[in-house]
């Protein structure tokens, strides 16, 4: 009679292990309904130099920023960074009132311009970022961005 009870006993305290050490699934997240994280790159500088400032930009997949680029120079210059725009998910590129949505692969900002870029990082890695005007890159324009978890 006891036997059976703490057999019982023994397999319910068994189960109730089982059943609380199942993890319940992940809730699903909308990655794009997060408020985004505001980054900043210039590109060129107001005494002409030709640099992107800064030169680095570092990001972390699954978390969506606002990249704001702005063109304080008397130029105009490419943001080129192919790899990179392959490794994140566009939400959508702002401009005076304009959205426009889809993969971004380069954005030519003229003097004065400025543009919000919203995206996901999707892919960790390290990309170059160029500014392709010719001479601007031999001059220095060059960049890195990096992806990491
Ligand atoms: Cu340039």
Same mark, same amino acid.
């Given at each position: 009679?006891?036997?059976?009870? =703490? %057999?019982?006993? /023994?397999?319910?305290?068994?189960? @109730?292990?089982?059943?609380?050490?199942?993890?319940?699934? +992940?809730? *699903?997240?909308?990655?794009?309904?997060?408020?985004?994280?505001?980054?900043?790159?210039?590109?060129?500088?107001?005494?002409?130099?030709?640099?992107?400032?800064?030169?680095?930009?570092?990001?972390?997949?699954?978390?969506? =920023? %606002?990249?704001? /680029?702005?063109?304080?120079?008397? @130029?105009?210059?490419?943001?080129?960074?192919?790899?990179? +725009?392959? *490794?994140?998910?566009?939400?959508?590129?702002?401009?005076?009132?304009?959205?426009?949505?889809?993969?971004?692969?380069?954005?030519?900002?003229?003097?004065?311009?400025?543009?919000?870029?919203?995206?996901?990082?999707?892919?960790?890695?390290?990309?170059?970022?160029?500014?392709?005007?010719?001479?601007?890159?031999?001059?220095?324009?060059?960049?890195?961005?990096?992806?990491?978890?």
């Amino acid at each position: 009679m006891w036997s059976w009870v =703490y %057999r019982s006993l /023994l397999v319910g305290v068994c189960l @109730l292990t089982l059943w609380v050490g199942v993890p319940a699934p +992940a809730a *699903a997240r909308d990655l794009s309904k997060q408020a985004p994280q505001d980054q900043f790159i210039q590109l060129g500088t107001a005494d002409s130099q030709l640099v992107f400032v800064p030169k680095e930009l570092s990001f972390h997949n699954g978390v969506l =920023y %606002r990249l704001h /680029l702005s063109n304080p120079s008397q @130029l105009k210059h490419y943001f080129t960074a192919k790899d990179f +725009a392959d *490794a994140v998910w566009t939400r959508k590129l702002e401009v005076a009132g304009v959205e426009i949505k889809g993969q971004i692969r380069e954005i030519e900002l003229k003097p004065g311009a400025a543009v919000e870029w919203q995206f996901i990082p999707l892919k960790s890695g390290v990309y170059s970022l160029i500014c392709t005007i010719p001479g601007h890159a031999e001059a220095g324009m060059l960049g890195r961005i990096i992806i990491g978890d």
